[in-house]
C-alpha cells in the first residue's frame, strides 16, 4: 500500500496567515491527490481533487499543487472556519490510503 | 445534488453483527464505484471496502477481510456493508464515499 505522509499534525496560525500543508506518497502517485477538510462534527469537505482542480463552492483561497511524491495545500488567509482537520488521500492505486491529518488551530 | 445518506449504526456487542446502509441520490448510482471509510474515535481515515459500480470487484482492507461483506442493490441506489465478528477496534465513525463525495458518516461502537 502507498503510505502518505502529511506534516505537520497540527498548526497553530492566526486569521489572515498563508499557511501550507504538506503531503508525502511513498512512491510516485501521478498527481492523483485529493484534499479534503473534517469539521468537529464529522462531516468532510471535499476541498481539491486531482492536486490542484477547485471543487465546486471551494473559496479561492485554497489552492493545491504538487507532482511526482510530495504535494501541498494551502491557504492564502485563514478565516475563522477554516480550523479544521484537513487529509489529503491517494487515489493512484487500490487501497486509498490518506494521510494522518493535520489540525489547524488558532493561534 | 450528490448525496449520500448512511444508516444503521449503533451499539453492538462483541461478536455480534451489524449492517450498514447508505442510500445514493443525485446521480446515477449504477455508474460509480463505491467504497466505506472509517475513523475510529480521535484517529485518522481508513479505507475499508470498495466495489465497482456492477460488483464485479470487490476489495477490502485486512484488517475487515473474512468479517465485512460490501455488497450494493442498484435497483435501490443503496450500498451496504455487513459487518460480522465485531470487535471493539471496529468502533469507528463509518461513511460511505462516491470518489470525493461522502457522506455525513454514521457511528459504530461495539462495547459489551
Known amino acids: 500500500d502507498i503510505q502518505m505522509t502529511q506534516t505537520p499534525s497540527s498548526m497553530p496560525a492566526s486569521l489572515g496567515e498563508r499557511v501550507t500543508i504538506s503531503c508525502r506518497a511513498s512512491q510516485g502517485i501521478s498527481n492523483y491527490l485529493n484534499w479534503y477538510q473534517q469539521k468537529p462534527d464529522g462531516t468532510i469537505k471535499p476541498l481539491i481533487y486531482y492536486t490542484s482542480n477547485l471543487q465546486s463552492g471551494v473559496p479561492s483561497r485554497f489552492s493545491g499543487s504538487g507532482s511526482g511524491t510530495d504535494y501541498s495545500l494551502t491557504i492564502s488567509s485563514l478565516e475563522p472556519e477554516d480550523f479544521a482537520m484537513y487529509y489529503c488521500q491517494q487515489y493512484d492505486s487500490s487501497p486509498w490510503t490518506f494521510g494522518g491529518g493535520t489540525k489547524l488551530e488558532l493561534k | 445534488e450528490v448525496q449520500l445518506v448512511e444508516s444503521g449504526g449503533g451499539l453492538v456487542q462483541p461478536g455480534r453483527s451489524l449492517k450498514l446502509s447508505c442510500l445514493a441520490s443525485g446521480f446515477t448510482f449504477s455508474n460509480y464505484g463505491m467504497n466505506w471509510i472509517r475513523q475510529a474515535p480521535g484517529k485518522g481515515l481508513e479505507w475499508v471496502a470498495s466495489?465497482?459500480?456492477?460488483?464485479?470487484?470487490?476489495y477490502y482492507a485486512d484488517t475487515v477481510k473474512g468479517r465485512f461483506t460490501i455488497s450494493r442493490d442498484n435497483a435501490k441506489n443503496t450500498l451496504y456493508l455487513q459487518m460480522t465478528s465485531l470487535r471493539s477496534e471496529d468502533t469507528a465513525l463509518y461513511y460511505c464515499a462516491r470518489s470525493t463525495y461522502w457522506g455525513q458518516g454514521v457511528m459504530v461502537t461495539v462495547s459489551s
Open positions: 466495489i465497482s459500480s456492477s460488483s464485479s470487484y470487490i
